[in-house]
């Protein structure tokens, strides 16, 4: 059962375009979203994240957006950059009790940005 | 800082072997989290360590054990290996007293490259 789904396995954007990567999610548990990037050969690396109680959240040139009563969320990059080209997971996690951190991780998009 | 180490880095095996995996946490950190990533997939939940005892636990089979040890590092055995078990193993590291104090519900979790297993 995938709880977090990414259907756009790939992405291509000219560089200085907006990057829109998108996620959807099942779990109505989940009360925070993350998105990770990855380059080949390293470990994902975490890029933002946004808890439920937010729509919203922003970081330089990454902006991810919630919707909770679509059970939705993306990532803009703007303006998108070569070194953007990488693997981007969305992420997600049930605060649970005790407080222990269980990420359940989409299947990732391939994003390329063409300079 | 060296972050997030794995050893090995690639590691082949044959059906029905044993692998350990081992990582050591980015300093500072204490707690340790196993994932699974097959091929075009996200990375799966294996489990948790935090204070040497497993704390959570995703959908494996008990062929998948771990331990923690008082430094934090951590190791990943799988016993009776199957050709479905070869992946990239991710390892990451977090500090549990963010959450533990009741603050933000997400602590950061630092990956290390991987360990890539291959099993024939």
């Known amino acids: 059962d995938q709880q977090v789904k990414q259907n756009s396995p790939s992405l291509s954007v000219q560089e200085g375009r907006i990057s829109i990567l998108n996620c959807d999610y099942t779990?109505?548990?989940?009360?925070?979203f993350l998105w990770y990037k990855k380059y080949p050969a390293e470990g994902p690396t975490f890029l933002i994240s946004?808890?439920?109680?937010?729509d919203k959240n922003e970081d330089g040139r990454f902006t991810v957006f919630l919707n909770k009563s679509a059970k939705h969320l993306s990532l803009h990059i703007v303006p998108s950059q070569p070194g953007d080209s990488a693997v981007y997971f969305c992420a997600a996690t049930a605060g649970g009790g005790g407080g222990y951190q269980k990420v359940t991780f989409g299947t990732g998009t391939k994003l390329q940005v063409i300079p | 800082d060296a972050g997030v180490t794995q050893s090995p880095t690639h590691l082949i095996k044959t059906r029905g072997q044993q692998v350990t995996l081992r990582c050591s946490p980015k300093s500072g950190h204490d707690t340790v989290s196993w994932y699974q990533q097959a091929l075009g997939q996200g990375p799966q939940f294996i489990f948790q360590y935090y204070e040497e005892e497993e704390r959570q636990r995703g959908n494996f089979p008990d062929r998948f054990s771990g331990h923690q040890f008082p430094n934090y590092s951590s190791e990943l055995n799988v016993n009776a290996l199957l050709l479905g078990d070869s992946a990239l193993y991710l390892c990451?590291?977090?500090?549990?007293?963010?959450?533990?104090?009741?603050?933000?519900?997400?602590?950061?979790?630092?990956f290390g490259p991987g360990t890539r297993l291959t099993v024939l």
């Open positions: 779990n109505s548990m989940f009360d925070y």
């Open positions: 946004i808890s439920s109680i937010k």
């Open positions: 990451a590291s977090s500090l549990a007293g963010v959450w533990l104090a009741g603050g933000s519900s997400y602590n950061e979790q630092f």
